[in-house]
């Protein structure tokens, strides 16, 4: 496993600060995280011994460091990456990162990503805990245990027991009012571009990207560069928002319906339901 120095974080740290700090992008995390970078460069201890000592909860604990950045401290130093960083970048590649979990190995890191929208360590560990992973071939009780094992030692926090309970959700009006604002900019090209690591051999700063807020959440939205969606067709379409949620960073993915009572509109996968209230609402 890489580990980093606290000077190597701090650096890292001060790089994803002078990303949001881009033209809409979003400066108030630029600051978080740009006072995150100061507070690991002046510690005298290394980050990695705080997490051996205290796990996530020490590092939340220090001054000016809150949720979101003692995460991306953890991972860093642990890992030598994290998903905020690699997403800025355009270098994200979540196969990879999944295939770093103790047995899961690539073939399966990428069935995970392909056919049930794994991207992140935190969905890996739902759903090694909501029995998700054990409908998916290739994963038996003992291998889901062992990861469920592995992941709690990695994100720093106890073992959860089974049927965890998912934290509270964005309203689907909210998502669906992000998703019109990725859209919207995407279609006038007022938003900056990355190019991403994944399919894109020309290195094309093609995909759209947008840091926004509501409320205490902050988002950022980018369509989906996916093996599905390309398969599918669906990359100016099928747009993910991911957020920060109480156990790590959250994300959920909204497309057009092709069928039922809500074709053609936008929907948030896995909430049918929900938006076809809101939209009754509105009529």
Known sequence: MTTLTNLD???????????????????????????????????????????????LEGLDALPGIGPSTARAIRDLATTGRHAVLDRLRGRSDPVALLATVPGIGPTLAQRLHDHEDIETL????????????????????????????????????????????????????????????YRDGARRGTLPTIAPRRFNPRREA???????????????????????????????????LYYDGRDGERQNTVVTATGGPLKGKRVVRGREAECERAYAGRE
């Not at 507070?39 to 201890?45: E, G, N, P, T, Y």
């Open 206 to 240: 093609w995909l759209p990207i947008l840091h926004t807020r509501r409320g205490r959440r902050h988002y950022t939205a980018l369509f989906s560069n996916t093996a599905l969606a390309h398969k599918a067709r669906r990359t100016g379409d099928w747009v993910v």
């Open 9 to 55: 974080v701090a650096a890292r740290l001060d790089e994803i600060a002078a990303l949001l700090d881009a033209p809409h992008a979003n400066p108030f995390r630029a600051r978080a995280y740009r006072g995150a970078a100061e507070r690991v460069r002046a510690l005298k201890r290394p980050v990695t011994d705080i997490l051996r000592a205290e796990g």
């Open 122 to 181: 935190e969905q890996l560990e739902q759903a090694a805990h909501d029995g998700r992973l054990e409908r998916v071939p290739g994963f038996g009780a003992k291998r889901v245990a062992g990861i469920r094992d592995a992941l709690s030692a990695r994100l720093g926090r106890p073992r959860r027991p089974n049927g965890v309970h998912p934290e509270s959700a964005p309203a689907v009006e909210e998502l669906l009012d992000v998703d019109k604002q």
